[in-house]
């Protein structure tokens, strides 16, 4: 682990007074140490991850961490506050900071060694040391585990749990858990040490697995047979969910894992006396299982498994979407727009030429864009039946482009595919049969009804659809498509990258695959109205600086950014703080902005890129016009509310203010 933390990135008097500061101090060492190569660029991944949830832990500990593609090695760093730093954790400020960085593809040893520390924090002998170190030097040698544990290995939670379990004839309460967070890197594991640990308080058996980054070992069925209830503590799918059918289930988010595991274990028994048992469906290992947070997926209403079915086709198809879109429009930059009727790269290409090489771009970025409905129906299909759905999704969704019914074919194909999966699953089948289901019969005879449905009985009706949804976006003018900016710009900017904003989005890029003047107004207006809501909040922030705190304004700076490059979860911070008086003005601001756009007539044609993408924009000073137009609305009525009732106070003295005055942005 040596190459992990050094002593030149640990900082035993971290000045910073807030978490952004925190972190900027901390990534300023990686810099030096020559292990992040873009400060800002890495800083606004740490804070989308930040906006996530916060990762503020119990026991004044605050692990910021991230991918990023700008860490060009996994690097660790830590700083110790005196006067503490708000970090979103219940009890208070965090004392002990770890910024962790991983690069976008870190292996699997480094990721190890970091959720082994993480596994660590939940040890008070080890936070303890570090409270009392004195040497950068050694208490990096202390985290990377070259100094003396201050307890020995074998009295840790887990290995205490491991020896001292209850005889077989005890017949102890047993619990198997699953522990998984977005990062995967620092959460999934300390919930698993603070779930067993609270299970050898109580004396209950507890069994964790960690679906994290540093890989996805199976709980032994036998394990699972044996116990007496499940516990999923995630923020992101559980997989193979099926394996736990059967079982009384405590459904929650990871940071419950970790801050209340005696309560979970407590409610899991309560679940198991009154014999409740958890509807999990035979192939619910998809990706949006569990996607609503509550009682699980397949639980919840019909319209959130929906939603959740949808949005994790869009989440697989926006990187097609991103790559595609932004390669073809690099390609209209350099060679205009006629470059799309170029002649095959593979027959004529002259490396001499700018034509040439915006010819191969627009291809490949074609290529791409090919991808985006097959994505959209497989994955939509992989997030209701999981990998056996994945055949017929994407055989669906290629048929869709055959018969012409584009992105509407897409969303019909992945909802039957998934549809025809799980009515197979239900199919009582031979055990020795069972082997071969998921990875021929099941594919096989799904990809089949799904070929007949969509070329025979779907098909012409949904092409006639999308062709009449075409040739009416073609046709929006004046008062309709002032409408329809309105009702894009609300979607945009109501949840700020949730699923309202996800729909929005996916209709704009849908359009994309096969270009119309309708469609590209479209995107012209969702884009410009996602910018709003981080942009109206960086300036109102700069100029009523009395109506935010500290960390406020400090987030306000990064939203410049942020908002620029249309990155709405920008906002998010100021919408969570205050969303009664922030969400409905950056929602009148992004319907100003998508009217103006839609009045204005701008089109664009790359699916992402804010500012940096102005040259392909049509109208690109009505464009910039519209956006500052919905802007200064929003900024006008978010100050106008704040103004109107400040529950905020401002430190007098901002050079002396206090944790806890910065925590009030957070949990204001």
Known sequence: MSELITAELVDLDLSATTKDAAARSLAERMVAAHRVTDLDGFLADVAAREAQMPTGLDGGIGIPHCRSEHVSAPTLAFGRSARGIDFGAADGPADLIFLIAAPAGADDDHLTILSGLARRLMDPEFTAALRAGDDPAAVAALIRGEEPAPEPEATTPIAAAEEAAPAEDDAPFRIVAVTSCPTGIAHTYMAAESLTAAGLAEGVEVT???QGSAGFSKLDPAVIARADAVIWAHDVEVREKARFRGKPLVDVGVKAGINRPAELIAEARRKAERGEIAAVPQGGDGPADGADGGSGADSAHFGVRLRTYLMSGVSYMVPFVAAGGLLIALSFAIGGYEIADAKSVADHFVWGQMDSWAALLN?????????????????????????????????????????????????????????????????????????????????????????????????????????????????????NAVILGVVLGLMMCFDMGGPLNKVAYAFAVGGLADPTDGSLKVMAAVMAAGMVPPLAMALATTVRKKLFTKTERENGRAAWVLGASFITEGAIPFAAADPLRVIPSVMAGGAVTGALSMAFGCTLRAPHGGIFVVPLIGEPFLYLLAIAAGTLVATALVVLLKGARRTVPVPADEAGATAADARVGVTA
């Open 208 to 210: 964790v697995e960690t």
């Open 363 to 479: 291809q490949i970025g074609s290529a791409a864009f090919g991808f985006l409905v097959p994505v959209l129906a497989g994955y939509i299909a992989y997030g209701m039946a999981d990998r056996p759905a994945l055949v017929p999704g994407f055989v669906g969704g290629a048929i869709a482009l055959t018969v012409d019914a584009g992105f509407l074919g897409g969303l019909v194909a992945g909802l039957l595919a998934g549809a025809v999966v799980m009515a197979i699953q239900r199919v009582p089948v031979h055990a020795t049969l069972r082997g071969i289901m998921p990875v021929l019969v099941i594919p096989l005879i799904a990809s089949a009804v799904v070929g007949f449905l969509m070329f025979i009985v779907v098909g012409k009706p949904i092409a006639a659809l999308q062709s009449a949804l075409t040739d009416w976006l073609n046709g929006l003018s004046g008062s």
